[in-house]
């Protein structure tokens, strides 16, 4: 559906690789050219009618955010260059100085390399330990499994909402509960599941959250940190410079202005920002139970017709996401991604940045289709009768 | 040479790659290559002795094209000199990066010369040749 707001869809191309990236619709690319051609100006700094209308602009997007994700204050939202960092903060500025060695964090091995990484780098200054909760025969985490590996000395959990590897959607809600109970910070990486469903930081007591805007018809370059405003207060700026400062002298003291602005150091993405605000005005016109529905039907449809093909092996068919991975008989993934390619199909091969999943998953690499509201059955037949030509799949390597 | 030639020459060392298998032999030595995209992971193995490639042996996980070039480049190089390798390695590097090169040094390797077309293959087939010139280097 929509699909007529996306101009790259005027060239014929079907777009299957949403979680790497999405398409930006009209509004979106139109704000941003709005900004740099109308009303160019720094934010925070001028007392002219331009700047003004950038501070407008610019903090309306924060307010947009917090009840598009509903925070209980504008000071909550933070904007970074996107989930990576926005996750690096979130170790490095505040777990660096709230976790002791004998502390347990439990992460899964199907997260993203930004939920992990950050992670394994503080725990070897610090000697915290990281458990990975075990994933279930299906690659799912289960919430049983998360009651059983916590303990006393369990401070962290960080999980993402929906894992980009393998598209399964955790249950939030009884993680969020689960956490509160045991006076536990969760930490959701809401990348994969901010432009496809609704996520409520109140409702799951999620203490952090981080999410892109390029995965929800945002620009690239673009984020958000969200932290509840008690943690927030004592996360350490990774960054000094403009723009975070109240004053500073020779002498050596300083001081740093108040939430949200004591974390955006420097000139920020204004450009990004206000186009984030054009993405999320675009996903509520649609309205995100709309798209998260229609994407649950459109892949049951590449489900049912996917079967249809012979030599398929899938991997994660009953998830209620858009994410499907598969390969082709013993066609190496990357062979049949180049190959769907001369269809202007792009999909992608690989192990997708969750490369600890493959001490999980039995097959290191495998094709991934992931839809969005844009995609449509149609798109989806041209794929069907690509596979089908299944023979044809090495006649591309000259 | 024709492109169905090509073609079944790569299929070829695809399907039944020479030289794969990695020795359990301390006089190999073993460097792990993998491109960008996450995808191609190979490792070679060779055997150099005053600067000479005794044996050239890979291994790995990777497309037709990354394992098909792994296995006739270990054809290629097996017996020869790291000064004649150096050459060789150049003239593919070149070849398949659309720069002047000397097609007489690269026997079977000359079925990749039109790899430059899907630029998505290049680094597919660059990747063993860059595994095999860090052990070639740090045996100058």
Not at chain 1, 353 to 369: G, Y
Request: hydrophobic share 35%; with cysteine.
């Amino acid at each position: 559906m929509n699909k007529e707001d996306f101009e790259i869809f005027n060239d014929n191309i079907i777009y299957f690789d949403n979680a790497a990236t999405t398409q930006k619709p009209r509004s979106v690319v139109n704000a941003i050219v709005e900004y740099y051609t109308k009303y160019t100006a720094n934010a925070h700094r001028g007392d002219y009618d331009i700047s003004l209308k950038v501070d407008e602009k610019y903090e309306g997007v924060r307010d947009k955010v917090k009840k598009f994700i509903n925070a209980d204050s504008s000071k909550e939202i933070i904007f970074t260059k996107g989930s990576t960092e926005a996750f690096n903060m979130i170790v490095f500025g505040y777990m660096a100085y709230y976790l002791k060695e004998d502390d347990e964090v439990i992460l899964t091995k199907g997260e993203h390399a930004s939920n992990i990484l950050p992670w394994v780098t503080l725990s070897k200054k610090i000697g915290f330990k990281i458990k990975y909760a075990n994933l279930a025969d299906d690659n799912s985490l289960k919430i049983e499994e998360l009651k059983n590996i916590i303990t006393d000395k369990t401070k962290v959990i960080s999980l993402a909402h929906i894992t980009n590897a393998i598209g399964d959607v955790r249950p939030i809600k009884e993680i969020g509960n689960l956490c509160k109970e045991n006076n536990i910070i969760f930490v959701l990486d809401a990348t994969q599941s901010i432009g496809h469903m609704k996520v409520d930081v109140k409702e799951n007591n999620i203490d952090f959250l981080g999410f892109s805007a390029h995965k929800m018809l945002g620009p690239t370059g673009v984020g958000v940190l969200y932290g509840k405003k008690d943690l927030l207060e004592k996360l350490i700026p990774l960054e000094y410079g403009g723009g975070m400062n109240i004053a500073f002298s020779s002498d050596g003291e300083y001081s740093l202005k108040e939430l949200p602005h004591r974390l955006e150091a420097g000139t920020r993405n204004i450009a990004g920002v206000i186009g984030l605000g054009a993405a999320i005005d675009y996903l509520e016109n649609i309205g995100l139970d709309n798209i998260h529905n229609y994407e649950i039907k459109l892949k049951k449809y590449l489900i049912n017709r996917i079967k249809e093909v012979p030599n398929i092996k899938l991997y994660n068919e009953n998830f209620e996401s858009g994410v499907l991975l598969f390969n082709v008989g013993e066609y190496f993934s990357q062979d049949v991604a180049i190959y769907l390619n001369t269809y202007k199909i792009c999909i992608r091969a690989g192990n997708h940045c969750a490369k600890m999943l493959q001490e999980v998953i039995c097959s290191t690499n495998t094709c991934r289709v992931s839809l969005y509201f844009y995609n449509t059955k149609e798109e989806i037949d041209v794929l069907i009768e690509a596979l089908k030509n299944q023979d044809k799949i090495l006649d591309t390597i000259v | 040479m024709d492109v169905k030639l090509k073609r079944d020459i790569i299929l070829d060392n695809y399907q039944n790659p020479a030289n794969k298998g990695l020795p359990n032999d301390e006089a190999y030595e073993k460097v792990n290559s993998r491109n960008e995209s996450c995808v191609d992971n190979i490792t070679v193995a060779a055997k150099v002795i005053d600067g000479k490639i005794e044996d050239v042996k890979f291994d790995g996980d990777a497309c037709a094209i990354c394992t098909s070039a792994s296995s006739v480049m270990t054809k290629e190089l097996k017996g020869k000199s790291v000064e004649e390798a150096e050459l060789i390695i150049d003239n593919f590097e070149r070849m398949i990066n659309e720069l002047p090169y000397n097609e007489e040094v690269l026997g079977e390797l000359n079925i990749y010369n039109e790899v430059y077309k899907q630029p998505s293959r290049k680094k597919c087939a660059l990747l063993p040749m860059g595994a095999i010139k860090k052990i070639i280097d740090e045996d100058d």
